[in-house]
């Protein structure tokens, strides 16, 4: 891991300053397709550090995805109250909104995750990492990106925040396991209000 440690700063750094090789590389990218699946990642440690694998049931595909404000489109049907807003929030992040990009096209496949490798005025690019589960074997939830299951997903909906002000939002399953307790402590569970019947003697 001595190289990667190199290899990821020295991306790191060029992303940062936005050197001639990654302006050139952009530029290229810009007039490829919106969704363009390619051979390589171009940053490997990122994409290995995700869960990418050089073997077959793994593809890599680059998304690119408009920056700026959410413009509401021309209104149609007249003009009402309703229709009397400007911007639309989307709901989500322009990575997870690249995530539904690829998995759009790909339908057979599942998103495992997805990173940053570039930006310009107008546009992001994303690569996300695509697995097919019956080749890999891996055990993902269906459509898990549109769920919000993903990383992107999770991160927008508040379960990755860290601190003392992050939002309480958590799973289900873990509620009951804070509101029962551990098992075996004593007074975790509250009794039912109903008693027992007597048990008839023979």
Same mark, same amino acid.
Not at 46 to 63: F, H, M, P
Not at 192 to 200: F, V
């Given at each position: 891991? *001595?190289?990667?440690?190199?290899? &990821?700063?020295?991306?790191?750094?060029?992303?940062?300053?936005? /050197?001639?090789?990654?302006?050139?590389?952009?530029?290229?990218?810009?007039?490829?397709?919106?969704?363009?699946? =390619?051979?390589?990642?171009?940053?490997? =440690?990122?994409?290995?550090?995700? /869960?990418?694998?050089?073997?077959?049931?793994?593809?890599?595909? &680059?998304?690119?995805?408009?920056? @700026?404000?959410?413009?509401?489109?021309?209104?149609?049907? *007249?003009?009402?109250?309703?229709?009397?807003?400007?911007?639309?929030?989307?709901?989500?992040?322009?990575?997870?909104?690249?995530?539904?990009?690829?998995?759009?096209?790909?339908?057979?496949?599942?998103?495992?995750?997805?990173?940053?490798?570039?930006?310009?005025?107008?546009?992001?690019?994303?690569?996300?990492?695509?697995?097919?589960?019956?080749?890999?074997?891996?055990?993902?939830?269906?459509? &898990?990106?549109?769920?919000?299951?993903?990383?992107?997903?999770?991160?927008?909906?508040?379960?990755?925040?860290?601190?003392?002000?992050?939002?309480?939002?958590?799973?289900?399953?873990?509620?009951?396991? =804070?509101?029962? /307790?551990?098992?075996?402590?004593?007074?975790?569970?509250?009794?039912? @209000?109903?008693?027992?019947?007597?048990?008839?003697?023979?």
């Amino acid at each position: 891991m *001595g190289a990667y440690k190199y290899m &990821r700063e020295t991306y790191q750094k060029e992303l940062k300053e936005r /050197g001639e090789l990654l302006k050139s590389k952009i530029f290229k990218w810009r007039r490829e397709p919106v969704v363009n699946k =390619i051979e390589k990642p171009s940053n490997l =440690i990122r994409a290995r550090t995700l /869960g990418y694998k050089a073997k077959q049931g793994y593809v890599i595909v &680059r998304v690119r995805i408009g920056k @700026g404000r959410r413009r509401r489109p021309t209104p149609s049907g *007249g003009r009402k109250p309703a229709h009397a807003y400007l911007i639309v929030q989307p709901g989500t992040s322009l990575r997870g909104q690249a995530e539904q990009r690829a998995n759009r096209k790909y339908m057979n496949l599942e998103v495992l995750n997805s990173y940053l490798v570039g930006e310009d005025g107008n546009y992001k690019f994303f690569e996300i990492v695509l697995v097919d589960p019956e080749k890999t074997g891996l055990k993902l939830n269906k459509r &898990r990106t549109f769920r919000g299951l993903s990383s992107s997903g999770k991160k927008n909906r508040g379960y990755m925040a860290k601190g003392t002000d992050r939002p309480r939002r958590r799973s289900k399953k873990k509620e009951r396991r =804070i509101s029962l /307790g551990k098992k075996g402590q004593k007074g975790t569970v509250k009794p039912s @209000g109903k008693k027992e019947a007597p048990k008839a003697k023979k």
